[in-house]
């Protein structure tokens, strides 16, 4: 009788239910024709290792990783070693970079565990780059904000998403090598993008992220299985917990059930299946300290005086109640030239916002960085920078083109280090893009051209272009628009050095 069958199965529903509130810990199941048994692992109950290598062991070949860290900052260190015990081979690693030759995920490259990366960044590992231009690795790069966003998407059920980050390059366009061959041709290139119009902007379409287990590293974990993250380390370590089917997760201490408030909990132990109290933490750094000259100019090479022209006019673009983004470099180095009179409040990729001077020594924090490994004083949250917030970003180039498209991430088959955040910066219609460059490469050829001959990172993006020459505005339909000269060059001599035609304002 159906019925009869209903309230059957309201009664068994009941007893289970009061069953798991009074045995929290055992999963109990009961069945009309079965009775009652009981099981010691549940999906939701996070299991303890002792031993990281017991930890990672059941991965097989062949798996997708999904591994935290930004740079040096939040590396499951001891969770990477255990998969060079292990063995396993044929990884597709999803992170933003690979570390560097010795730490992190680059010891998984020096022994070729690694088939593929998913990276927003090759940044200063050397190892990365050369197996990547000889065949030997297949690296699918994507924008960093980007990178964030499909994790995050995978880990909320979401499959695919619109973004107007890398409109018109090549991660709309397809082509981007992923795999080349030994004699440098392309053996694999990326596909091209579905593409939207929402109110006027294109867009494209970007697909979620998951993977079969995801290598997380922590602060603390209280012996549920909740987790907490510190300062700059929570990176990409947080949305690739929900990410994953299998989530081990690796912590510096693990404290009693309460120790921490429920808001403060970062990742409910729902998400977190595995977890292992890190024995040693190496956090590798990348140390630069504050002294007592870095607020001073001081001339040691030929090239500083160059330098130091475009860092000082930068500055001037700093406007009182800012908020700037700054790349690595010439950039970075503009923000100790900001005028005492004004506030500039300064946000870096990885969340940082409020960014401060390096530290002294007695300041010195590996799980506070910004982008670039450095050390800067206060953390946001990591999506800042991508949603169009940010009133300045600045940054440098290899080649600008008339029109404002801009080219900084890679030179095909030569030098790859990755677009990183760039092409998330300069896709905000809302944020004003200022390029700080030398105004010719070696050789004296030039670098702002009618068109750029490299893959572009955004199209159309740059507002200004400041060099030790020159100072132009960029219209995207009027073109380029010389507002400035050094003193002592002359228009004439800027026309020899500049690669596309421009009107004068002076």
């Not at 069958?5 to 109990?28: A, D, H, P, S, W």
């Not at 010439?330 to 506030?343: E, V, Y």
């Not at 530290?359 to 004083?377: H, K």
């Not at 999506?383 to 940054?395: I, K, P």
Request: proline letters at 4%; aromatic letters at 8%; glycine letters at 10%.
């Amino acid at each position: 009788d159906p019925l009869i069958q209903l309230c059957k199965n309201i009664v068994v529903k009941g007893v289970n239910m009061m069953l798991n509130l009074y045995f929290r810990n055992t999963e109990f199941t009961f069945s009309e024709t079965c009775g009652c048994y009981f099981s010691t692992s549940s999906c939701h109950n996070t299991k303890f290792y002792t031993d990281p290598v017991e930890a990672v062991k059941d991965i097989p070949n062949g798996s997708t990783l999904l591994v935290g860290g930004f740079g040096l900052c939040g590396i499951p260190e001891n969770l990477i070693g255990a998969l060079l015990k292990t063995g396993v081979k044929g990884i597709t690693a999803v992170s933003n970079n690979a570390g560097v030759d010795n730490f992190g995920l680059g010891l998984l490259l020096q022994t070729k565990q690694i088939k593929r990366m998913v990276s927003s960044y090759v940044g200063e590992n050397a190892e990365f780059e050369r197996q990547y231009l000889c065949g030997e690795l297949e690296v699918e790069l994507t924008p960093q904000g980007t990178l964030a966003e499909r994790i995050r998407a995978g880990g909320a059920g979401i499959p695919a998403f619109f973004t107007s980050t890398g409109y018109g390059t090549l991660v709309q366009e397809g082509g981007s090598p992923i795999k080349y061959n030994s004699d440098g041709t392309v053996a694999l290139a990326s596909e091209p993008r579905e593409v939207r119009e929402f109110d006027g902007r294109h867009y494209i379409m970007e697909k979620s992220i998951t993977g079969d287990f995801a290598l997380v590293k922590a602060w603390k974990s209280d012996r549920a299985g909740n987790i907490i993250f510190r300062k700059t380390a929570r990176n990409f370590n947080q949305p690739m917990c929900k990410a994953a089917r299998t989530t081990v997760v690796e912590v510096e201490e693990i404290v009693d059930v309460g120790s921490f408030a429920p808001e403060d909990i970062h990742v409910p132990k729902i998400y977190v299946h595995r977890l292992i109290q890190g024995t040693s933490m190496k956090k590798e750094l990348r140390l630069s300290l504050r002294k007592a000259e870095d607020s001073q100019s001081k001339q040691k090479k030929s090239g500083d005086n160059v330098r130091e022209r475009i860092i000082r006019r930068a500055a001037l673009e700093f406007e009182d109640g800012m908020y700037a983004n700054l790349g690595i470099g010439i950039p970075l180095l503009a923000s100790n030239f900001i005028s005492p009179a004004i506030t500039v409040h300064l946000q870096s990729e990885n969340g940082v916002l409020g960014l401060g001077p390096y530290p002294s020594e007695n300041e010195v924090d590996p799980d506070l960085i910004n982008a670039g490994n450095f050390f800067p004083f206060f953390y946001l949250h990591f999506y800042l920078a991508f949603s169009g917030h940010v009133d300045l970003t600045m940054l440098g180039a290899m080649q600008v083109s008339k029109t404002g498209d801009l080219a900084n991430w890679m030179i095909p088959g030569k030098m790859v280090k990755g677009m990183g955040g760039a092409m998330d910066l300069v896709s905000s219609s809302r944020t004003k893009v200022v390029v700080t460059m030398e105004h010719s490469a070696k050789g004296n050829t030039h670098k702002i051209l009618e068109k750029c001959t490299l893959p572009i990172t955004g199209k159309q993006c740059v507002d200004r272009i400041i060099t030790e020459k020159a100072v132009f505005n960029v219209d995207k339909k009027k073109g380029l628009t010389l507002i400035e000269i050094w003193e002592g060059e002359s228009v004439d001599e800027i026309k020899k050095c500049t690669g596309a035609d421009f009107t004068v304002s002076l």
